[in-house]
């Protein structure tokens, strides 16, 4: 069973997990949450959406700018596949380990 | 988290991540009570009449406006629907109910002791605020309670 390698990444694990559980988040918001630092979520955003699971959108509240994140529909699949995997993996029975030893 | 985790620490990472994001999105204390002194505004305001009435109506209005427009501008996430349970939900629509039980069981109180219209709805206004702000956040970790073991997909 493979885990998909964009998502499995420790930091980018807990920005798709945070966007999953969202329609849309901000980008200090995702960085106060995961406490990291502006640089490294950007970088890790930039991945995500290289990749095609992450959207990032530029925007304005007043003079303020802002900037939001949300999972792709592609993205929402991958997490979604991703989390099946790992119960599956989780679920597996240690009975099949030790047949498979013996 | 640092390291690559294994199957089970993923999982337990997801959920972990979620709860933490969901915590992270209270309401101000202060925005409860002001809102409701906004309400108890508009009920004082039908038991009276011509401008004051129209004055203490457009205030409230506007106020209200206000109240929502600030919280629309501190939103920093958009939840989605599927993170609640119906569980989390009960707890929450048991919680908004009892502001109305509250609502309409103060002044009959309030009216034991006076023949005023309006004070009480000053003082269920001032009651309804006051239980608002200690149980809020006692409200918000029942719902979150209910919510834990469900990973948003």
């Given at each position: 069973m493979n885990l998909d390698p964009v998502i499995h990444a420790p930091v980018r694990l807990q920005i798709v997990s945070l966007l999953a559980a969202a329609t849309e988040a901000e980008f200090s918001f995702v960085r106060d949450n995961l406490e990291i630092s502006d640089s490294v979520l950007s970088k890790h955003a930039a991945a995500l959406e290289t990749a095609g699971y992450v959207h990032i959108r530029k925007g304005h509240v007043g003079k303020r700018p802002r900037t939001w994140l949300k999972l792709t529909d592609q993205g929402r699949a991958a997490f979604r596949e991703y989390v099946a995997t790992l119960q599956q993996i989780v679920g597996q029975p240690l009975t099949d380990v030790t047949e498979e030893a013996g | 988290m640092d390291r690559m985790p294994n199957a089970a620490e993923a999982l337990a990472e997801i959920e972990r991540t979620q709860q933490k994001a969901f915590a992270g999105q209270r309401l101000p204390l202060w925005w409860l009570p002001a809102v409701v002194a906004l309400i108890t505004v508009v009920s004082i305001a039908f038991d009276l009449h011509g401008a004051t009435r129209s004055v203490l109506l457009i205030g409230a209005a506007l106020g209200l406006a206000v109240m929502t427009a600030v919280l629309a501008l501190r939103a920093r996430v958009k939840s989605r629907?599927?993170?609640?349970t119906p569980r989390a939900a009960a707890w929450a629509s048991a919680w908004l109910l009892s502001f109305f039980v509250l609502f309409g069981v103060t002044p009959p109180l309030v009216w034991l002791v006076t023949d005023s219209a309006i004070w009480p709805k000053i003082i269920s206004g001032v009651v309804v605020s006051l239980y608002g702000v200690m149980t809020i956040r006692w409200a918000e970790r029942q719902i979150m309670a209910d919510t834990q073991g469900k990973v948003a997909q």
């Open positions: - | 629907r599927q993170v609640w």
